[in-house]
Nanobody, 127 residues
Framework: QGHLVESGGGSVQAGGSLRLSCIIS????????SAWFRQTPGKEREGVAG????????RYADSVKGRFTISQDVAKNTVYLDMNSLIPEDTAVYYC????????????????????WGQGTQVTVSS
């Protein structure tokens, strides 16, 4: 129940760009916000960018401000992450997340604020 499918990951050289997409489907309730997280081995999953579904309000981690842009196409239940000026430190598995009213409302960057997750897509940035 509930499917989030990410796509668009891959390998790119530093300074390059990638666009991640996340299609959200089969949720039992409408999602109120969505976000992108990333994780590297041995580290906690961290919030990269978040967006509210109705207002379209966006939030970003300091490390990606000015380089990444989160957007959505509500009609298509799709969330995007445009990543520009990529650096090796951006290398990680990127996860899409969505929250319905059943999720515990908290900071947008908290893992616990979302109750649906995708399987992740690898992004590798080489120097």
């Amino acid at each position: 129940q509930g499917h989030l499918v990410e796509s668009g990951g891959g390998s790119v050289q530093a300074g390059g760009s990638l666009r991640l997409s996340c299609i959200i489907s089969a949720l039992p309730d409408p999602y109120t916000r969505s976000a992108w997280f990333r994780q590297t081995p041995g580290k906690e999953r961290e919030g990269v960018a978040g967006i509210s579904t109705v207002a379209g309000r966006t939030r970003y981690a300091d490390s990606v401000k000015g380089r990444f842009t989160i957007s959505q196409d509500v009609a298509k239940n799709t969330v995007y992450l445009d990543m520009n000026s990529l650096i090796p430190e951006d290398t990680a598995v990127y996860y899409c997340a969505a929250a319905t009213w059943r999720a515990i409302p908290d900071r947008w960057s908290d893992v616990g604020s979302y109750n649906y997750w995708g399987q992740g897509t690898q992004v590798t940035v080489s120097s």
